[in-house]
């Protein structure tokens, strides 16, 4: 799936439809990736990682892959100008006939998704369930860009003008960078299209966001609409707002264990006697991301295969518990300062958002069920497509990452 981003200053995340801020890269709740075009810079830091990783013989071998996971931080256009692409068609959406390379690229995009990627990792049918993801990002994609063009929704001459301009700008210092003075093939290199098919993508990328941004607009957001969207998305709306303080054990030994342990239990006192804990936190805690967000951490069902003991805790938490709660590495005071459900939220501006969000999407879901957003499967092509290099480029970046 991928996050719609809003010409407004904010975007939500259409895994579990979080509010994020423009420049956010990743969702707040869940991880998961903003799908947005990247700069060649960005692209040469992430190729400069792989290539940190991996032995010069898999990089020469696996450099075209590579690139298309580059590439994949970007979201493909299916446009009626997107001509040279090679490959067998593997699926059709009204009209639009997806090629082999191009839902490669989709499926490159999909593995941007570090959590599913977590989930599915020692999964034998892990190659489908990118195919299948890739199959319904590339349905919604058509969708949304069908309904806007066909509700005439377009780049006013100024709008295309000043986005050209932006893009040119931008790449003409990426291209002296890398050295590269043939345009065709600065494109072909960090993008794998023409500059004819780069802009067009362009522009229709800002054509769904004109429509998402006027589709939620229009949104009804009364109490009613507001229930359905809490319930939709309970698992992230509903939450407890805690105050956590983050002590690390890992590399303790039995002597240190102890004193830790008799720190610990001072520090719970002190809590309890009323001291401020944010105060503590500050002094005591060793969770840098806990402590830049002055202490608050709301738990959720987000948390349920990250942090189980503290999800566990959360389940039966009341306002003003306060407990402690040890792992194998960390050991965590925890106090629940609120509980956040629908009375707390109706009629506030994030429920409002919230469901905003909704809406569209019922309305894009409802759309993407009808004959006309229809998903026509070439079964052969399709079965032949082989992804695994794909796979198990993701794979071995991200296990690199998290240290496996």
Not at 87 to 105: A, D, L, Q, S
Not at 126 to 153: H, N
Not at 215 to 240: I, P, R, T, W
Not at 299 to 315: G, V
Request: proline residues 1%; aromatic residues 12%.
């Amino acid at each position: 799936m991928v996050i719609f981003e809003r010409s407004n200053m904010s975007k939500f995340c259409v895994k579990c439809g979080t509010k994020m801020d423009k420049e956010e890269k990743n969702c707040p709740k869940c991880g998961m990736k903003s799908i947005k075009l990247p700069d060649p810079a960005q692209l040469k830091k992430r190729k400069k990682k792989i290539i940190t990783i991996t032995s010069v013989a898999v990089v020469l071998i696996a450099l075209v892959t590579i690139l298309i996971v580059y590439f994949a931080n970007s979201s493909l256009v299916l446009s009626d100008i997107f001509t040279g692409l090679r490959g067998k068609t593997i699926i059709t959406v009204n009209g639009y006939k997806v090629p082999e390379n191009e839902f490669r690229f989709f499926c490159s995009l999909v593995l941007e998704d570090e959590d599913l990627i977590y989930h599915y990792m020692d999964s034998d049918d892990f190659d489908e369930v990118i195919k299948t993801e890739a199959k319904q990002f590339i349905t919604e994609y058509i969708c949304r860009l069908s309904e806007a063009k066909e509700k005439g929704f377009k780049l006013t001459k100024e709008e295309e003008k000043k986005l050209v301009k932006e893009i040119e700008e931008q790449h003409e210092k990426y291209k002296e960078e890398t050295g590269m003075k043939s345009e065709r093939e600065f494109y072909n290199f960090f993008y794998g299209i023409s500059k004819k098919q780069f802009l067009e993508f362009r522009k229709n990328w800002a054509i769904i966001d004109k429509y998402n941004t006027a589709q939620e607009d229009e949104a009804n957001v009364g109490l009613e609409n507001q229930q359905k969207a809490f319930e939709k998305y309970k698992d992230f709306l509903y939450s407890k707002k805690t105050m956590i303080l983050v002590r690390n054990i890992e590399e303790l030994d039995e002597d240190e264990l102890e004193k830790e342990m008799a720190l610990i239990n001072r520090l719970y006192d002190d809590i309890m006697e009323g001291e401020d804990m944010y105060s503590l936190i500050k002094g005591y805690g060793q969770d840098e991301s806990v402590l830049q967000s002055e202490g608050i951490v709301m738990i959720n069902s987000a948390y349920k295969d990250t942090y189980p003991e503290l999800y566990e805790w959360s389940q039966d938490a009341e306002v003003d518990d306060v407990d402690i709660i040890e792992t194998d590495d960390y050991v965590y005071i925890v106090k629940c300062v609120e509980i956040v459900d629908f009375e707390s939220l109706k009629d506030t501006d994030e429920m409002k958002d919230w469901t905003k969000f909704y809406v569209v999407n019922e309305n894009i879901e409802e759309l993407m069920k009808s004959d006309k957003y229809k998903v026509k499967v070439n079964e052969k092509n399709y079965n032949n497509l082989d992804i695994s290099d794909l796979t198990n480029e993701a794979l071995d970046y991200f296990k690199t990452i998290w240290g496996f």
